[in-house]
């Protein structure tokens, strides 16, 4: 942008051309300057203060200055006012301002004849008026970052407001909790929100409870404008752990249909006919005259003239648990290397104490006065907003290393004693798809595919199985 607007005025700015660029370094930690035209001379460039725009000034008074580019006026000052006046100053010195943003130049401007041109004054000042109140407002919400205050507006359900911050309210954050572990025992939003209601007679849209999941209050965190996220700034409602659990299970769901993710039986939606890759439904018999019932299943939408044939549900069940447990059996006995997920889990575990260790560093500078406070809170916030995007990849990544878990999941007495939700969790967890040959016979009719829940890191279970 800058260069072609460099490039607009070649023929008129010949001499003495320089450029001003000013930023805020609680809006913006780095400046960036793009490519300019190579008749600038000389760059100025503010970090905070405004000293070399101060300097600029004294300059006008000791030698000759053409032209002056800014990437906007609202660099010329905090207000309309302080930036008129710069205008004006500069203007008596017979320097051509050129602002990139709003598209303002002094000589175009120097004589208003006409309503058009008037108008056109107007507008600018208009967008500088508005750029202002934009820097003005991110830098109240970057203070408020920097002091670990949480941004404008009421408090998340569950907390109070104070002073210093979010503070738990003893009345409504135990029913946020019960929500949270309903949740996590049923992986199911509907089901929880019937819990609330018949418990506590509160009631709520899934949408507000699929806020409730995701907002970072509820974990100690608080989230402001541009997804920024700054850890471990009030009490927490849920525990890390059950926030990364939370946070698998709305990622699994995610590849499921909604009557697929709160059904009652933990195949939903995994099955798929190896044959004519449909997926499969669970049906329901009920004969009440003989007094029983049973579960069977049947392909969705089968394209074949003769449909493939309907599978009891209990003997593919029954299958898909010995087959786990002897392919988890086959990788607790294998000697294997440290698993490559555990591997980057403690690598980031480690960054993060790092960056705990700078913190008491930066504390400690500041009490004995080496450090000035608002530097200090500087640092300290960069520090806090890098350690909470390292905390947000550590609490994705699966649970345990692969060895471990299978060590639990290779024993089928286990499967027995979980209940259906948490059969659901697990299969969720580490299996994509199960292909059932409706066809063959039940030995060979199972093909599992096992992925990891971070596909970013390339160690799939199949890929595990086959080292």
Request: charged share 30%; proline share 4%; glycine share 4%.
């Amino acid at each position: 942008m800058i260069t072609s607007v460099g490039e607009k005025y070649h023929n008129k700015v010949t001499v003495n051309t320089i450029a001003y660029f000013y930023k805020n370094p609680f809006i913006n930690w780095e400046t960036k300057l793009e490519s300019l035209p190579d008749q600038v001379e000389k760059i100025y460039e503010d970090l905070g203060d405004r000293r070399q725009l101060k300097k600029i000034l004294n300059d006008c008074e000791q030698e000759k200055v053409e032209c002056l580019i800014l990437s906007t006026l609202a660099s010329l000052g905090d207000n309309l006012e302080e930036i008129e006046a710069t205008i004006t100053y500069l203007e008596s010195f017979n320097v051509e301002i050129i602002s990139l943003s709003e598209e303002y130049k002094t000589s175009d401007f120097k004589i208003i004849d006409n309503p058009g041109k008037r108008n056109k004054l107007r507008e600018i000042w208009a967008r500088v008026g508005k750029e202002l109140q934009r820097r003005r407002l991110l830098l109240y919400h970057a203070r408020k970052r920097m002091d670990s205050l949480p941004p404008p507006g009421r408090a998340p359900f569950g907390y109070l407001r104070s002073n210093k911050g979010y503070i738990i309210d003893a009345v409504n954050a135990p029913i946020v909790r019960d929500f949270f572990r309903n949740f996590i025992l049923s992986g199911s939003i509907r089901s929880s929100l019937k819990y609330l209601e018949e418990k506590y007679q509160k009631k709520l849209s899934p949408s507000t409870a699929r806020n409730w999941l995701k907002n970072p209050a509820y974990r100690g965190d608080l989230l402001y404008i541009k997804n920024i996220i700054v850890s471990d700034t009030h009490p927490p409602i849920i525990t890390r752990q059950e926030s990364a659990q939370i946070e698998r299970i709305l990622k699994n769901n995610k590849k499921f249909a909604p009557k697929s993710v709160s059904s009652q039986y933990c195949l939903a939606g995994l099955l798929k006919c190896q044959t004519c890759q449909s997926s499969l439904r669970v049906n329901t018999v009920n004969n009440k005259k003989k007094g029983y019932s049973y579960l069977y299943l049947t392909p969705k939408t089968c394209p074949k003239n003769k449909s493939c044939k309907s599978l009891p549900y209990d003997s593919v069940l029954k299958r898909v648990i010995e087959t786990i447990c002897s392919i988890f059996g086959e990788i607790q006995n294998s000697n294997k290397p440290e698993d490559e997920i555990e591997r980057c889990r403690n690598i980031q575990k480690k960054e993060i104490q790092r960056i705990k260790g700078e913190l008491e560093v930066i504390r400690r500078l500041e009490n004995e006065g080496i450090l000035e406070t608002q530097e200090a809170k500087k640092i300290t916030y960069r520090l806090k907003e890098k350690m909470s995007k390292i905390q947000q990849k550590v609490d994705q990544m699966p649970p345990n290393t692969l060895e471990v878990i299978a060590k639990s999941l290779s024993n089928p007495q286990l499967w027995y004693d979980l209940s259906n939700s948490e059969k659901r969790f697990y299969l969720r967890e580490f299996i994509d798809t199960i292909e059932v040959n409706m066809e063959a016979s039940l030995d060979d009719k199972l093909e599992l595919n096992f992925v990891f829940a971070n596909p970013q890191i390339n160690n799939s279970w199949q890929n595990k199985l086959n080292k």
